[in-house]
Every structure is written in C-alpha cells, then in structure tokens.
C-alpha cells in the first residue's frame, strides 16, 4: 500500500483539549447550533465519559447553563442517527489555532491505521446485506394505512386518500406496527440507491399533529451500514429534466411529494449531509435545496445558520460544474415563531392544507344548514 493511502489516528485525549479551551478561553461553541452539534461529537467520541469535557468547553459561554447543558447531551447520547464525528471538533479548533493532531492531545495507546485511498472509503465488507422480504414485511401492500400511524393518518384528513397512498407506496414507507401490533408505532423510512439496493432505514416516532415525537429519539436500525438520500430509487423512474429537491427530512420529502409533485422530492436526513459527497448521484441533475429556518443567524449573511451552510456548500459546489440552487422564499417570510420552531416547506404545506380542510368544513356545515333550512 502508498504511503499517502494510510492515515495514522492517534487515541484522543479529549480532557487535555477541553482544559486547554477553557484555560484559553476559546468559545467554540458561540450559537445554540454549534453548541448542540459539540454535545454530540464529544458524546460520539467518548459517550457518558465525554460529559465534563463538554461542560468545561461550553462554559466559555456566557449564556452558560449547567442546567441546560446538562440536558442538551443527554439528548446528545440518545440521539445515535445524528451522530457528529470527531472532524467537526478538529474543524471547530482549528479555527482558533488549536490542532488535535498535536502530540499533546494523544493518549498512550498504538495508532489505528485508516485506509484512505477512493477504492476503500467504504467498506462494503462490513455492510450488512438487508433481505428485501425485511423491507416487504412492513409495507402497506394495499392495506388500509388508517390507523396505523398518526402522521399518516393526518395526511390522510388533510391530501386526497390516493395520493397519499401512492407516495407511501413510491417511497417505500414502512410500518412498525406491523411488527410490534402497537397501533401508532413508529414509520420506517427505507433508503434504497438508484439500482434499488436496500441501504439502510430510520424509525420515526410523531405525535396526532404530525411533529416527531421528541420523547422517543429517532432510530438508525443499521448502524454498521452508510446511508444514502431518501427516495433516491426514484431517480431512474423521473424525468431527466425534473429537477430533484432537497429537503432535510424524510417526513418533509414525503409530504412535499403529495402538495408539489412537479418536484423530485429526496431528503439527506440531515443538516450536515447536504454536501457534494452525499449528493454525488444527482451531479447530473437540477437540484434545488429547500433549508429549514432556525432563530439563529449566521453572523455574516444574517440568516438563518441552516440557510448559511447549504448555500455555501452550493456556492462551492457551482464552481465545480453543478447545477444547484437554494430556494429562499422561506427565509425571507418566515416570522419569529416560526423560527423558534424551525419549520420548513412541508410545515407550511400542511398548515395550507389544514386551512384548506378547514374552510371546506365550514363550507359543508353551511350546506347542511341551508338544507335544514329549507326543509323547515
């Protein structure tokens, strides 16, 4: 093997680093993103143990609450399908002149050697091969879907019943009740590539208003295996010059399916995987990103950090020949509260609808009225 195809990756001393942030005073952390992203890389790095270095680098902070912190990596350590690796500290220090390489950051142990070379950036050896009949067993395979979730059963009062079973259908939407035979359990959503291979699938839990359900963190159920964009099966099956949208989430991609089916709507499952590594089997495609809105504001563009971040990867990405946009219609409208609750496309193409359901209420209770009315 070349010596430039191996890395040498050094046990951490995350301690040392945390004590040298907070004797330097450095806020690495200086919004309430950043500071939730270094509760998760420190609980990625070194779980239950990685906590008093956390604390000790938030406190630089000024709004500083132990309180807060405290429960802020308590969702760090359950939330396994939003994991941070250790490049966003490296990434994080470096800008104040920190590196994590430095012989002072390791601890006594013998290096890992990491292949690095393109052919084995992912190794295929230890990815888990999902039977397909795994997949079929949660399927709706024509099965009424009443009942079975409540964010699909909103769907179901709020969008015409056959779309809403055709997207379920087009985007391989799985069931755990089917499983469990708890009515209400969690949706499955399947992540197949182009060529339809089953990759990978998150468990979802929401609430009767369609929100997730915070109390039950999502799920990765193949940890061991990569991941792939939600509803990237579908490339094949849409027209070449449909342009694909992007959104973060697989429930946002789902919804925005059934109220914008002029759009390929796909939905990389986080903030972070919005980046040209992720993307790299729509490098032919027209691809419009759609980011949530958050209160927090990058301090150079002033808005929303989430918006920051995908246009400037966009940004990067254009000059090397990709036909990528953001849409910023959102940005610009959103209100304070809607900012509080970072909401995105699909949160306001359901308060649409359900403004639309509503108003067709009203419309058949006049109609019986009148009729009773008339009968008198």
């Given at each position: 093997?070349?010596?430039?195809?191996?890395?040498?990756?050094?046990?951490?001393?995350?301690?040392?680093?945390?004590?040298?942030?907070?004797s330097?005073?450095?806020?690495?952390?200086?919004?309430?993103?950043?500071?939730?992203?270094?509760?998760?890389?420190?609980a990625?790095?070194?779980?239950?143990?990685?906590?008093?270095?956390?604390?000790?680098?938030?406190?630089?902070?000024?709004?500083?609450?132990?309180?807060?912190?405290?429960?802020?990596?308590?969702?760090?350590?359950r939330?396994?399908?939003?994991?941070?690796?250790?490049?966003?500290?490296?990434?994080?220090?470096?800008?104040?002149?920190?590196?994590?390489?430095?012989?002072?950051?390791?601890?006594?142990?013998?290096?890992?050697?990491?292949?690095?070379?393109?052919?084995?950036?992912?190794?295929?050896?230890?990815?888990?091969?999902?039977?397909?009949?795994t997949?079929?067993?949660?399927?709706?395979?024509?099965?009424?879907?009443?009942?079975?979730?409540?964010?699909?059963?909103?769907?179901?009062?709020?969008?015409?019943?056959?779309?809403?079973?055709?997207?379920?259908?087009?985007?391989y939407?799985?069931?755990?009740?089917?499983?469990?035979?708890?009515?209400?359990?969690?949706?499955?959503?399947?992540?197949?590539?182009?060529?339809?291979?089953?990759?990978?699938?998150?468990?979802?839990?929401?609430?009767?208003?369609?929100?997730?359900?915070?109390?039950?963190?999502?799920?990765?159920?193949?940890?061991?295996?990569?991941?792939?964009?939600?509803?990237?099966?579908?490339?094949?099956?849409?027209?070449?010059?449909?342009?694909?949208?992007?959104?973060?989430?697989?429930?946002?991609?789902?919804?925005m399916?059934i109220?914008?089916?002029?759009?390929?709507?796909?939905a990389?499952?986080?903030l972070?995987?919005?980046?040209?590594?992720?993307?790299?089997?729509?490098?032919?495609?027209?691809?419009?990103?759609?980011?949530?809105?958050?209160?927090?504001?990058?301090?150079q563009?002033?808005?929303?950090?989430?918006?920051?971040?995908?246009?400037?990867?966009?940004?990067?990405?254009?000059?090397?020949?990709?036909?990528?946009?953001?849409?910023?219609?959102?940005?610009?409208?959103?209100?304070?509260?809607?900012?509080?609750?970072?909401?995105?496309?699909?949160?306001?193409?359901?308060?649409?609808?359900?403004?639309?359901?509503?108003k067709?209420?009203?419309?058949?209770?006049?109609?019986?009225?009148?009729?009773?009315n008339?009968?008198?």
């Amino acid at each position: 093997m070349r010596p430039s195809c191996r890395k040498f990756v050094y046990p951490l001393d995350l301690d040392r680093i945390a004590r040298d942030v907070s004797s330097r005073r450095i806020d690495i952390a200086p919004t309430r993103l950043a500071w939730e992203r270094l509760a998760q890389c420190c609980a990625t790095i070194k779980g239950e143990q990685g906590r008093d270095a956390f604390h000790l680098m938030a406190a630089v902070w000024p709004d500083y609450n132990r309180h807060d912190s405290e429960l802020c990596y308590n969702r760090a350590l359950r939330q396994t399908g939003r994991a941070v690796s250790i490049g966003y500290l490296a990434w994080a220090l470096k800008r104040h002149g920190i590196d994590i390489n430095h012989h002072r950051y390791r601890k006594a142990g013998k290096p890992q050697i990491v292949k690095t070379n393109k052919t084995n950036q992912q190794n295929t050896s230890t990815m888990k091969k999902i039977p397909l009949n795994t997949m079929l067993n949660t399927l709706a395979n024509q099965r009424s879907l009443l009942g079975l979730n409540p964010l699909t059963d909103l769907l179901l009062r709020l969008f015409p019943q056959s779309r809403v079973i055709k997207a379920v259908e087009r985007y391989y939407v799985g069931f755990n009740a089917f499983n469990t035979r708890k009515t209400g359990d969690a949706l499955i959503y399947w992540q197949l590539d182009a060529s339809k291979k089953i990759i990978n699938a998150k468990k979802m839990y929401y609430k009767s208003d369609g929100h997730r359900d915070k109390k039950l963190p999502p799920m990765v159920m193949y940890p061991g295996n990569p991941q792939c964009l939600f509803g990237l099966h579908l490339l094949t099956e849409a027209d070449p010059d449909t342009p694909v949208a992007i959104v973060e989430s697989e429930k946002s991609a789902l919804i925005m399916s059934i109220a914008r089916p002029e759009y390929l709507w796909m939905a990389c499952g986080s903030l972070n995987n919005f980046n040209e590594k992720f993307l790299e089997p729509l490098r032919q495609r027209l691809i419009i990103g759609f980011p949530d809105v958050d209160i927090q504001r990058d301090k150079q563009s002033g808005v929303s950090t989430s918006c920051a971040l995908w246009g400037k990867t966009a940004k990067l990405m254009r000059l090397k020949g990709w036909r990528i946009i953001i849409d910023s219609q959102l940005e610009r409208t959103a209100n304070t509260s809607q900012r509080m609750d970072k909401i995105d496309v699909a949160d306001i193409a359901l308060d649409n609808a359900k403004q639309q359901h509503y108003k067709s209420l009203l419309r058949v209770h006049a109609d019986e009225t009148d009729e009773t009315n008339k009968t008198n």
